[in-house]
C-alpha cells in the first residue's frame, strides 16, 4: 500500500516534468516523435533506477558515515556521468539491440537534471533504499508517460497554421502548460 | 569588448531564456514570485562567473579528452559553497513565518551544476578566452538569466498574487492563483517568448 501511494503520487499527482519542473530540456527537446519520446523514456527509466540506488548507497555508506555530507552534489554528478559512460559501454557489448533502440538518448542523460533531482530528493524526504527505487522508477515512469503525451500532441500540433512568435517553443510551453493543468486533476487524490 | 556590448549580448542577443532556451528547469520551478526569480538569477550569476574565471585559467592544463568531466567538478565545486553560504545566510523564515528564501529554492540550488547555461558558456567561452572576459561573460549570460527569471516572477506573482515584490498592487478579487502554480510557468513563458520573438528578434 505504501509502495503504492509512492507510485501513484509520483507518476500523477506531483508529475516530475509538469509539477516539479524537472527534465524540462528532454522534454521540449525529443518530445517531436511519439516513438523518440518512447525511446528517450526508456532510456530514463534504466538509468534513473541504477542512478538513484548507487547514489543512495554511496551517501548512506561513504558520504554520511564520514562527515561528508558537504560533498554530496560533486558526488552525485561524477557518479551519475561515470554511470551513463558504463551503462552505455556495457549495453554495446551486452545487448546490441538495445544499445541501437537507447543509445542516442544515453548521452544526453548525464545532463538531464531530473536523475541528479531524484537522486537528491529520495534523501531529503528520508526513504530506505527500497521506497527510493521505487520512487525512481514511479518517476521515471511519470517522466515518460508526460513526454509521450506530449510527443502525441505535438505531432498534430505541426499542421496546425499558428502566428509567426508563437511558433516552436513558445506553443510548446503553452500546450504544456494546458497539460499540466489537466495533471492539476489528480491533485488530492493521495 | 567593452562592458556595454557584453551586457547587450547577454541581456537581449543571446539572452539565455528567451534566445537559447536553456536552463528551463529553474527558470519554470523557482519564479513563483520576483524575489525568487531574482536570488536564483543571482546565485546563477556568480557560480557562472566564477566557474568562468576558474576554467578559463584551467583550461590550458586540462586534457582535452576529460575536459567535460573536469568542467563539471569545477562547477559543482561553486556549486556547493554557493549552496553552503545560501543555507548560512538566507535561511532565516520568511515575513509571514512561512518557508525560507533557501527552503523555497531547495533542489534547485544544487542544480545548478547541470543548468546547461553554465557548462555551455564554460565550454563555448572559457575555454578559449582570457580570465577577465570570461568574468565578464559570465556576469553577462547570467544577468540575462536573472533579468528573465525576474520578469517571469514578477508577471508571475502580479497574476497569482497581485504584488511585484511583495508589494500589493491588485485587488484580492484580481488574484489568479493558477500563475503562481505550475500550469502557470508554462503559459506566462510561453506567452512572454512569443512577445520577445515578436518586438525584440530581429
Known amino acids: 500500500m505504501e509502495y503504492l501511494l509512492i507510485i501513484i503520487s509520483a507518476i500523477l499527482v506531483s508529475n516530475i516534468v509538469l509539477t516539479q519542473f524537472l527534465g524540462?530540456?528532454?522534454?521540449?527537446?525529443?518530445?517531436?516523435?511519439?516513438?523518440?519520446?518512447?525511446g528517450m523514456g526508456a532510456a530514463v527509466t534504466f538509468v534513473m533506477a541504477i542512478a538513484t540506488t548507487v547514489t543512495f548507497l554511496t551517501y548512506d555508506y561513504v558520504l554520511?558515515?564520514?562527515?561528508?555530507?558537504?560533498?554530496?552534489?560533486?558526488?552525485?554528478?561524477?557518479?551519475?556521468?561515470?554511470?551513463?559512460?558504463?551503462?552505455?559501454?556495457m549495453l554495446k557489448k551486452v545487448s546490441p539491440a538495445l544499445y541501437r533502440a537507447l543509445g542516442v538518448f544515453l548521452p544526453l542523460i548525464t545532463t538531464n537534471c531530473a536523475i541528479l533531482g531524484v537522486a537528491l530528493l529520495v534523501i531529503q524526504k528520508d526513504f530506505d533504499l527500497l521506497q527510493s527505487v521505487v520512487y525512481a522508477v514511479a518517476n521515471a515512469l511519470g517522466f515518460a508517460l508526460a513526454l509521450v503525451i506530449f510527443a502525441g500532441i505535438r505531432e498534430q500540433l505541426e499542421l496546425a497554421d499558428v502566428p509567426a512568435g508563437m511558433r516552436g517553443v513558445p506553443l510548446a510551453m503553452v500546450t504544456a502548460g494546458i497539460l499540466a493543468m489537466a495533471f492539476m486533476g489528480f491533485s488530492g487524490i493521495v | 569588448m567593452n562592458v556595454r556590448s557584453i551586457l547587450w549580448n547577454g541581456v537581449l542577443k543571446d539572452n539565455p531564456v528567451f534566445v537559447l532556451v536553456l536552463g528551463m528547469c529553474p527558470t519554470l520551478a523557482t519564479t513563483t514570485s520576483a524575489i525568487n526569480g531574482l536570488s536564483?538569477?543571482?546565485?546563477?550569476?556568480?557560480?557562472?562567473?566564477?566557474?568562468?574565471?576558474?576554467?578559463?585559467?584551467l583550461a590550458s592544463s586540462i586534457p582535452d579528452k576529460v575536459r567535460i568531466p573536469s568542467y563539471i567538478v569545477v562547477i559543482a565545486s561553486f556549486v556547493t559553497i554557493v549552496d553552503l553560504l545560501m543555507?548560512?545566510?538566507?535561511?532565516?523564515?520568511?515575513?509571514?513565518?512561512?518557508?525560507?528564501?533557501?527552503?523555497?529554492?531547495?533542489?534547485?540550488?544544487?542544480?545548478?551544476?547541470?543548468?546547461?547555461?553554465?557548462?555551455?558558456?564554460?565550454?563555448?567561452?572559457?575555454?578559449?578566452?582570457?580570465?577577465?572576459?570570461?568574468?565578464?561573460?559570465?556576469?553577462?549570460?547570467?544577468?540575462?538569466?536573472?533579468?528573465?527569471?525576474?520578469?517571469?516572477?514578477?508577471?508571475?506573482?502580479?497574476?497569482?498574487?497581485?504584488?511585484?515584490?511583495?508589494?500589493?498592487?491588485?485587488?484580492?478579487?484580481?488574484?489568479?492563483?493558477?500563475?503562481?502554480?505550475?500550469p502557470g510557468a508554462f503559459i506566462v513563458l510561453g506567452y512572454l517568448m512569443a512577445l520577445f520573438n515578436r518586438f525584440l528578434k530581429k
Open chain 2, 87 to 182: 543555507s548560512a545566510y538566507l535561511n532565516t523564515p520568511g515575513p509571514d513565518g512561512g518557508a525560507s528564501l533557501y527552503e523555497q529554492l531547495g533542489i534547485f540550488i544544487p542544480l545548478i551544476v547541470v543548468n546547461c547555461i553554465v557548462l555551455g558558456r564554460a565550454e563555448a567561452f572559457a575555454s578559449r578566452n582570457a580570465p577577465l572576459p570570461s568574468l565578464f561573460d559570465g556576469i553577462g549570460i547570467g544577468l540575462g538569466f536573472a533579468a528573465s527569471l525576474t520578469l517571469l516572477g514578477s508577471v508571475r506573482e502580479l497574476l497569482g498574487n497581485g504584488s511585484v515584490f511583495g508589494i500589493s498592487l491588485l485587488p484580492e478579487s484580481a488574484h489568479m492563483l493558477l500563475f503562481v502554480l505550475a
Open chain 1, 64 to 89: 554520511k558515515p564520514l562527515g561528508l555530507d558537504y560533498l554530496q552534489t560533486i558526488a552525485y554528478i561524477l557518479i551519475i556521468a561515470a554511470l551513463v559512460q558504463m551503462v552505455e559501454i
Open chain 2, 40 to 57: 536564483m538569477g543571482l546565485a546563477t550569476t556568480v557560480v557562472l562567473s566564477l566557474s568562468n574565471v576558474a576554467i578559463s585559467l
Open chain 1, 24 to 38: 524540462i530540456c528532454p522534454f521540449l527537446g525529443v518530445s517531436g516523435k511519439i516513438s523518440t519520446a518512447l
